[in-house]
């Protein structure tokens, strides 16, 4: 039996699987919240490291989403891990930080604007 934490519509489940045989019946199972999250807005914002920089310093959005926040400015000084933006992704703020110390060099978006998946944020030079 192999226990799991799911988060679903911001609600914490966990749930206990068990692998088993064909030809066994079916198990019926109601899955019961296990806990609520306190957490400020604020707190819930995971750092999402800028993986998909490319090695000129291009980052692009890891997922759809919509910028929230803008935490530098172009011109500015920026050190690797330093935040960035916040996109806001499926009720889930999300920090893009820095891949690499440089001078933020492009910034391609403003707050409020939506964004796809892989389209360019800013390039590190």
Excluded: C, H
Excluded at 9 to 16: F, K, W
Excluded at 108 to 116: H, K
Aim: net charge negative; proline share 6%; no cysteine.
């Amino acid at each position: 039996m192999s226990k799991y934490r799911i988060t679903l519509n911001s609600e914490v489940y966990e749930m206990e699987v068990e692998l088993i045989e064909e030809g066994s019946a079916p198990i019926k199972t109601e899955a019961v919240p296990a806990v609520r999250s306190t957490e400020t807005p604020a707190a819930q914002k995971a750092p999402v490291q800028a993986d998909s920089a490319s090695a000129d310093g291009t980052v692009v959005s890891p997922m759809p989403g919509t910028i929230v926040q803008l935490m530098a400015a172009q011109g500015d000084k920026v050190s690797k891990g330093q935040p960035i933006l916040v996109l806001e992704a499926m009720k889930m703020e999300n920090e893009i930080t820095a891949a690499k110390d440089g001078v933020l060099s492009e910034l391609r978006v403003a707050e409020g604007q939506t964004v796809a998946g892989g389209e360019i944020l800013f390039t590190i030079g």
